[in-house]
């Protein structure tokens, strides 16, 4: 950071200090420092740790200290003072006290420059700190415009063109003051303290397009500017951005960092309309209230009864954020509802309320919604045909994308060559939307004489569902004809990954990790004979059927296969079969799965599951991982 200085004629025009004796013009001498100095200890003998750079200042102490000194011996002391060539000597109480003539003699001698001042001691070191604090601070230049309103120091950001220096013509017709245009000078005077100010060359100027440079001072009087204020608040002005969340409660305070001072701060959007005078009005007052310890928000918590603990903000926070949400929602006309049951959009028939359940009909509204929710900073689901989840008893609060709504087909490209394929043999590839359902997906490959995704037939989910999870059956998993996938990115970048790259294991995908969204997945199927296709669905779906609880609402095989084992077995040896907590039971068809007896809360469940984990642990040393996923509130 670049040293300043500030020259002894502008302190002495500034604290009023007249001149005994200069070795040069005042405007030739600098001081570098903000400290100033009363040399007493000096003067007593005592010479270390004296700093040359700073202002000395003789005062009564000083003086009479020297006037019981020998002429002999004042001399000498002064003499050490003088020849140590600070900027100036300073003596104060000059109607008092007047310079030993000596001074006059040794500051010509040394060429130190010699001063004094009417001001008591203590009165001239304050002003004179006060001034070289402000001179010397630390300093940078911000683009924006500085106004006072209401006795408010307001900062102006934003970028050119905004419309800060008419914001700024608008509020000094208010009554209100300018500081600086365009360039403003900010100052660290303490550590709690910015200044602003304007560099002298443009002082007084503003900039507004179509006119030109316009003085304030003399259009609207010398009333209407100010040389400097402290910095109390910083505004950043933007185009209006309907994604984006702006304050609306005021709980949560935000702040500008400038040189290590926290200063408040706020954006406000700019939109056809708005009366921004009277909001930075506003701004500058409720500033001034909360500094002085009254905040309105806080008394709406407790009039609302509410403690105004951090979940009580969140809760308020949250409701507005979800507000903006639907209001986007209804002006893009993306179909929702709200306080959607999820217990009808899952196969456990589980499941309290969503806040918002969005259904989007095409690729480019799924990946607006959850555009809009990052935005908004509404937490969302992706939900499919909802067969291997479990919804919490108080539901989900944030939005539930429903992917099954997506009105997406299933695109066939005909004799598409595969690096695995077997010799002679021909391949299509068949691209599907993901919140197409797998039973669609394996009869429009049946339809096609399609080989490849007979396992999947049966499987209650969607394509991209499936993927996600990598779901298998009967040998079978999706990594085996899956060649690539298209996903929406955490960042919103559209990109499609070779199905080798997306880490597919056991009930496994990358997904889980990257949070990506499952646009569509390109498969490649061989030909084949459809009669000997249906025949091998019919046989697994007969399988499904004879072995596994359709019956009933369940998520399919509640547990993952341990390493050496199966499920259902050990909790059959465990004497678990038709095990039961609350609505929720073992199936007696087949002990893997868990099922909803009628009236089962995600709590039974969760229960059943932990006492049947227990119980297998205990008698059989397996540890059982469940395969369903539970959706958090």
């Not at 700073?54 to 003072?81: H, P, T, V, W």
């Not at 800060?164 to 000094?172: D, N, T, W, Y």
């Not at 990598?470 to 955490?490: H, P």
């Not at 059989?620 to 395969?627: F, H, I, V």
Request: include cysteine; glycine fraction near 10%.
């Amino acid at each position: 950071m670049a040293n300043f200085n500030v020259s002894l004629k502008k302190l002495t025009e500034k604290v009023s200090l007249d001149v005994v004796y200069t070795p040069k013009g005042l405007e030739e001498i600098n001081v570098e420092i903000a400290e100033v100095n009363r040399p007493g200890l000096f003067l007593a003998g005592y010479y270390d740790y004296f700093d040359k750079l700073r202002l000395q200042i003789l005062g009564l102490a000083e003086m009479n200290f020297l006037s019981g000194l020998s002429a002999e011996k004042r001399y000498e002391r002064l003499d050490q003072l003088f020849g140590q060539q600070p900027p100036a000597v300073i003596v104060c109480r000059s109607e008092e006290l007047e310079p030993f003539p000596e001074m006059l003699e040794l500051a010509q001698k040394h060429g130190v420059a010699l001063l004094r001042s009417n001001e008591m001691t203590c009165t001239l070191m304050g002003s004179l700190i006060s001034v070289l604090n402000l001179e010397l601070a630390p300093r940078i230049t911000r683009h924006g415009v500085l106004v006072e309103v209401y006795g408010e120091g307001i900062l102006i950001l934003g970028d050119s063109g905004i419309g800060k220096s008419e914001l700024a013509i608008e509020l000094v017709k208010r009554g209100h003051r300018l500081v600086a245009d365009d360039a403003v000078e900010l100052r660290k005077v303490s550590n709690r303290q910015i200044m602003g100010t304007a560099p002298e060359n443009i002082r007084h100027f503003i900039e507004l397009r179509g006119i030109g440079i316009v003085n304030v001072a003399r259009v609207f009087g010398v009333g209407a500017v100010k040389e400097s204020e402290s910095l109390d608040l910083v505004v950043q002005l933007e185009a209006w951005d309907p994604t984006k969340n702006y304050q609306r409660t005021g709980l949560e305070s935000e702040y500008c960092e400038i040189f290590g001072v926290n200063i408040p701060s706020t954006s406000i959007p700019v939109s056809p309309g708005r009366n921004l005078a009277v909001v930075l009005e506003t701004a500058a007052i409720n500033n001034r209230q909360k500094r002085m310890g009254y905040n309105a928000a806080k008394e709406l918590l407790i009039r609302l009864g509410l403690d105004g603990t951090v979940e009580c903000r969140l809760q308020i926070k949250e409701s507005c954020f979800m507000e903006r949400l639907k209001q986007q929602l209804q002006a893009e006309e993306i179909r929702f509802v709200e306080n959607e049951s999820l217990a009808a959009h899952c196969t456990f028939k589980i499941g309290g309320p969503a806040d918002v359940f969005v259904q989007p009909e095409t690729e480019e509204q799924l990946c607006r919604v959850i555009a809009l929710c990052k935005a908004c900073d509404v937490k969302y689901y992706l939900l499919g045909n909802g067969s291997n989840i479990l919804f919490e008893d108080a539901g989900y609060r944030g939005v539930v994308v429903d992917t099954t709504a997506l009105k997406m087909g299933i695109g066939f490209l005909e004799n598409v060559s595969h690096p695995g394929a077997e010799p002679g043999a021909v391949y299509d590839a068949v691209i599907a939307g993901a919140g197409l359902k797998l039973s669609a997906l394996c009869k429009a490959a049946l339809d096609s004489s399609l080989t490849g995704l007979e396992f999947a037939y049966g499987i209650p989910g969607t394509v991209g569902g499936a993927v996600y999870m990598n779901a298998g059956a009967y040998g079978g998993e999706m990594k085996d004809v899956l060649v690539s996938v298209t996903y929406l990115t955490r960042e919103g970048e559209i990109v499609t990954e070779d199905a080798a790259n997306l880490d597919l294991s056991y009930r496994h995908s990358i997904f889980e990790e990257n949070g990506g969204c499952i646009l569509s997945a390109k498969f490649h199927l061989k030909r084949g004979d459809s009669a000997a296709i249906k025949a091998r669905m019919d046989e697994l779906m007969q399988k499904r059927i004879d072995k596994q609880p359709l019956d009933k609402p369940s998520a399919g095989s509640t547990f993952k296969r341990p390493v050496g084992a199966f499920a259902a077995a050990l909790i059959d040896q465990c004497g678990l079969r038709g095990y039961r907590h609350g609505g929720a039971a073992v199936s007696e068809k087949h002990c893997g799965f868990v099922v909803n007896l009628g009236g089962a809360t995600c709590a039974d469940v969760l229960a059943l599951c932990d006492e049947v984990r227990a119980i297998v642990k205990e008698k059989t040393g397996y540890d059982l991982e469940k395969e369903i996923r539970v959706v958090k509130a």
